[in-house]
Nanobody, 123 residues
Framework: QVHLIESGGGLVQAGGSLRLTCAAS????????VGWFRQIPDKAREFLGS????????DYSDSVKGRITISRDKAKNTAYLQMDNLRPEDTAVYYC????????????????WGQGTQVTVSS
């Protein structure tokens, strides 16, 4: 099974940037697309964007489009979420997940999930 671990979260000032890392262990996730989600307490998990298994295509939610970039490094079995111009409302737990589908934006199509990493954006 693929075990995903997010890292790179932390405290950042509004307008700042963070790069989150999604590292796979226990197996390669090169055969999976990778999605990034976030969740604010008491709210539904929100799709942010995804990248296909080959890395040839990305899909971004309109809510964050233009401020995030998703990439992956197959050699390192790692995916990334670059976030720029962060806002206080971006404060959430961020998750990466793996899907066998070419592209999907719903939580139900992702088979593996990381534990999440906290991102806090201060005013």
């Amino acid at each position: 099974q693929v075990h995903l671990i997010e890292s790179g979260g932390g405290l950042v000032q509004a307008g700042g940037s963070l790069r989150l890392t999604c590292a796979a262990s226990g197996g390669s996730f090169n055969g999976y697309g990778v999605g990034w989600f976030r969740q604010i307490p008491d709210k539904a998990r929100e799709f942010l964007g995804s990248i296909t298994w080959s890395g040839d295509s990305t899909d971004y939610s309109d809510s964050v489009k233009g401020r995030i970039t998703i990439s992956r490094d197959k050699a390192k079995n790692t995916a990334y979420l670059q976030m720029d111009n962060l806002r206080p409302e971006d404060t959430a737990v961020y998750y990466c997940a793996a899907t066998p589908y070419y592209s999907c934006s719903g939580t139900g199509c992702y088979d593996y999930w990381g534990q999440g990493t906290q991102v806090t954006v201060s005013s």
